[in-house]
């Protein structure tokens, strides 16, 4: 299952990637994305006060979307920080190219936890567990948006017939599912319903693609379209919501349910509901623009699995 | 181009030489200007060439793997992200064509939508792969690149570019060597005119002084001028005064000469005019002896006393002539049928002398507007030349007519005819040049006051026909003022 909730990081400063004179982050840079990963990685390692711990002791491994890595390597440094310092054991921050990638590592144990999407979680929901969920707006829960162009004069999403239509991510949520279940409730499926569409493989490239006019309309997170409406208001305000959804479960950090109950869990669990308590974990959140972590039941993403399941059942 | 050249043949040298030199000014500016913007649309294009090529190779990388997968939004992204790599190229638009002439993604997604064809304007330069092409007019350049794999097409990508910088550069050179040149012909013209005019100055001062000359004012250069000319000119200022003063003598002479004539002829006419009184007066006195004896005899006396006032009328007649031929103010006086009628009795004597037949047909009905004392004088200087030349008890015929505009007298003898000298002496007359040396000073006299009335002298004249002299005098004009003795005075004063 692909990861979605890494890319809500995506509205934050950019301090790796100029484009120009864009100072909007970068979304797309695969080679710089591997590179700042790798190197990442490495200078993490070094400079951590675990480094030289006994050997056979390996670091905590934690899976976050490429596009996360790419946005904010300041965010990264918080996180990776407060995690090792909050648990007490150094912390490795993950990163690859597609949220499959990030998801099946999650599966196959190479990853301890990672910051998925609520879409992968119920897909696997028989091998993961909730480790903990975000708070947005005090709730762990979040909205889908269907946006079009801010001129385009349309009275209700049944006139996206025909349209070229940006998705974020083939798993994606709120990017994706979202969309697709309630054409599927209409009897419709994407390729249907509407003329084209393509994945843009980042809620910010969807608001971008929307805006350009590449795309007609475009689904994409409420979250993001939010926080980004307020940081690059110039790029949101030449699109504007044509459909709000239900209120779905945000995406939450998830473990392979076998080790749900380790100790390193737990220390990461504490970590989480704990950061709105320490200054570094409000630094986070300040640059997140969450209000802290919860520890909530799984019935939170029934939304999410409802959606999934009438998805599966039309077909879509 | 001999056109040209006869059409400007007579213009003055200030104006022909700048403007030879302003012509081939231009001709060396648009020469140059050619050579600067040809050359330099040639590095603009190659440059452009190179800028552009590099932004199809950048563009076509980095859309390739988009172009693999038909990836919409890579390719979008790495267009826009291209756009902005290549600013300096000013790419207007970038389009990336799957191979089905479909728009896979542009970097003007509205003007080209997803999947769209291909405006047909611009479907026509795909054939154009690999060229540059250009078009001025629009200041656009247009760039199809065929993104290939393995041997297969699998997209084309189409790059629309601004040049309109380019050629507003080029616009600008363009305007600056049209400044530049314009203001070096204008400084050149200006400057040729100028030196041409410093040194053709001296010709101008011979030309014054020759139209003065011309004009019967001749006047000699100032010696002060000369010394200051150049060698050339001051040798020929000295000429120019060698030649004035020459022509002043003449003029002086033939002024003398002619004095002389009239002079002559008045010693003849004072002569004739005694005669005519002498002739009578033998008479007379036996009248006043008849009288004194026989005066008591009533028929006798009376035939006496008319005998002495037909005696005393001729001479009064002839004393008249005289008087109003040489006392007469100067200056025009219409001529009357009347001024002609005493002509006769002024030559009575050359013609009584030779018995000549005097064939008088003055046709004058009523005044005519024309100097009556110059008509008087030429016709009494042709009825004297025509006695002097007449054979005894030949025919002398005057014919006086006038039209509305013109007065034509003509005296016709049976003389020999005219000497070449005389026609000589007419034209030079006529044409303000001095007597011609030998016989013909009376013709060269009449001429020249014929002249004063813009009239024209003819001759006729055969071994055996006599001779005929006209003259045609316009009627009402202005007489041209003519001064016989100013170049004399003139050179005299120099």
């Known amino acids: 299952m692909p990861n979605e909730c890494s890319e809500r990081m995506l509205p934050h400063r950019s301090v790796v990637v100029k484009r120009g004179d864009d100072p909007r982050p970068s979304v797309m840079d695969m080679n710089r994305r591997t590179l700042i990963a790798t190197i990442g990685g490495a200078v993490l390692a070094a400079f951590s006060p675990f480094t030289g711990r006994a050997a056979g002791q390996s670091a905590f491994s934690f899976g976050l979307t490429p596009v996360f890595l790419d946005s904010d390597i300041e965010l990264l440094n918080e996180l990776q920080s407060y995690l090792s310092d909050a648990m007490g054991l150094p912390v490795t921050l993950v990163k690859r190219r597609t949220y499959q990638e990030i998801t099946a590592l999650l599966l196959s144990g190479e990853l301890d936890a990672a910051w998925i999407c609520g879409f992968p979680f119920v897909q696997h929901a028989d091998k993961l567990a909730l480790v903990a969920v975000p708070l947005y707006r005090q709730q762990p829960l979040y909205q889908s948006y269907i946006i079009v162009p801010a001129d385009r004069a349309i009275a209700g999403w049944e006139e996206l017939k025909g349209d070229i239509h940006a998705f974020s991510d083939p798993d994606s949520n709120s990017?994706?599912?979202?969309?697709?279940?309630?054409?599927?409730?209409?009897?419709?499926?994407?390729?249907?319903?509407?003329?084209?569409?393509?994945?843009?493989?980042?809620?910010?490239?969807?608001?971008?693609a929307v805006a350009s006019g590449l795309a007609h309309s475009g689904s994409v997170d409420g979250y993001v379209w939010d926080v980004m409406s307020v940081r690059e208001p110039d790029l949101v305000s030449r699109t504007k919501v044509l459909r709000h959804s239900e209120l779905l479960g945000f995406p939450p950090i998830a473990c392979l349910r076998s080790r749900h109950d380790s100790e390193e869990i737990g220390?990461?669990?504490?970590?989480?509901?704990?950061?709105?308590?320490?200054?570094?974990?409000?630094?986070?959140?300040?640059?997140l623009q969450l209000d802290g972590f919860a520890v909530e039941p799984e019935s939170t993403f029934s939304g999410i699995a409802a959606n999934y399941a009438l998805v599966q059942l039309k077909g879509g | 181009m001999a056109g040209l050249w006869r059409m400007t043949s007579n213009w003055p040298l200030a104006l022909k030489v700048p403007m030879l030199v302003a012509g081939l000014t231009v001709i060396v500016a648009i020469a140059i200007s050619q050579v600067v913007l040809s050359r330099l649309a040639r590095e603009q294009e190659a440059s452009l060439r190179?800028?552009?090529?590099?932004?199809?190779?950048?563009?076509?990388?980095?859309?390739?793997?988009?172009?693999?997968?038909?990836?919409?939004?890579e390719t979008f992204d790495s267009l826009d992200r291209a756009r902005r790599q290549y600013g300096a190229v000013n790419a207007l638009f970038v389009v990336v064509l799957q191979p089905n002439g479909q728009v896979l993604a542009a970097s003007e997604p509205e003007r080209f939508p997803v999947t769209s064809p291909l405006p047909p304007h611009l479907a026509g330069l795909l054939g154009q792969e690999g060229n540059l092409v250009l078009d001025e007019e629009k200041g656009r350049a247009w760039l199809v690149r065929r993104i290939e794999q393995e041997s297969f097409q699998i997209g084309t990508v189409l790059a629309e570019i601004d040049i309109s910088d380019i050629l507003a550069v080029r616009r600008e050179v363009l305007w600056t060597l049209i400044l530049v040149n314009g203001g070096l012909t204008a400084v050149l013209g200006l400057a040729g005119y100028l030196l041409v005019?410093?040194?053709?100055?001296?010709?101008?001062?011979?030309?014054?002084?020759?139209?003065?000359?011309?004009?019967g004012r001749p006047e000699l250069i100032d010696e002060d001028q000369i010394r200051h000319a150049a060698p050339e000119y001051g040798d020929l200022y000295r000429r120019f005064n060698a030649m004035i003063r020459g022509q002043a003598e003449r003029e002086a002479l033939a002024a003398e000469l002619a004095n002389q004539e009239k002079l002559a002829m008045l010693g003849r006419l004072a002569s004739g005019m005694a005669h005519e009184v002498n002739n009578p007066l033998g008479g007379l006195m036996n009248a006043v002896d008849t009288l004194e004896v026989h005066?008591?005899?009533?028929?006798?006396?009376?035939?006496?006393?008319?005998?002495?006032?037909?005696?005393?009328?001729?001479?009064?007649?002839?004393?008249?002539?005289?008087?109003?031929?040489?006392?007469s103010a100067p200056g025009p006086k219409r001529l009357t049928r009347a001024d002609l009628e005493d002509l006769p009795f002024l030559i009575q004597h050359e013609t009584g002398a030779k018995q000549l037949n005097l064939d008088w047909q003055n046709e004058l009905a009523e005044d005519v507007e024309v100097d009556a004392s110059a008509v008087r004088q030429i016709v009494l200087n042709l009825l004297l030349n025509a006695c002097a030349a007449s054979p005894e008890r030949s025919m002398i015929t005057f014919r006086a007519t006038a039209t509305s505009s013109t007065l034509d007298i003509s005296v016709a003898d049976e003389g020999p005819g005219l000497p070449e000298l005389a026609y000589q002496a007419v034209a030079a007359g006529a044409a303000g040049a001095g007597a011609p040396l030998g016989q013909g000073l009376g013709l060269w006299t009449t001429s020249r006051l014929a002249a004063r009335l813009n009239a024209t002298m003819s001759l006729q004249s055969g071994p055996s026909q006599g001779a005929t002299i006209r003259l045609v005098a316009p009627l009402g004009e202005e007489r041209e003022e003519y001064d016989v003795g100013a170049a004399a005075r003139a050179d005299r004063a120099g």
């Open chain 2, 197 to 215: 005019r410093r040194m053709v100055r001296p010709l101008s001062l011979i030309q014054q002084h020759l139209t003065a000359a011309g004009s």
């Open chain 1, 267 to 287: 220390r990461l669990t504490d970590a989480l509901v704990s950061i709105a308590g320490n200054p570094h974990g409000v630094k986070i959140l300040t640059m």
């Open chain 1, 175 to 208: 990017g994706y599912l979202v969309t697709a279940a309630l054409l599927a409730e209409h009897n419709q499926s994407p390729a249907k319903f509407f003329a084209k569409t393509f994945f843009t493989y980042g809620h910010r490239n969807v608001i971008r």
């Open chain 2, 295 to 327: 005066g008591d005899r009533e028929s006798v006396r009376r035939r006496t006393i008319d005998l002495l006032r037909r005696g005393l009328a001729g001479i009064q007649n002839v004393v008249r002539a005289a008087l109003v031929t040489y006392k």
């Open chain 2, 50 to 73: 190179s800028i552009t090529s590099a932004f199809m190779d950048g563009v076509s990388t980095a859309v390739t793997p988009g172009l693999q997968r038909q990836d919409v939004w």
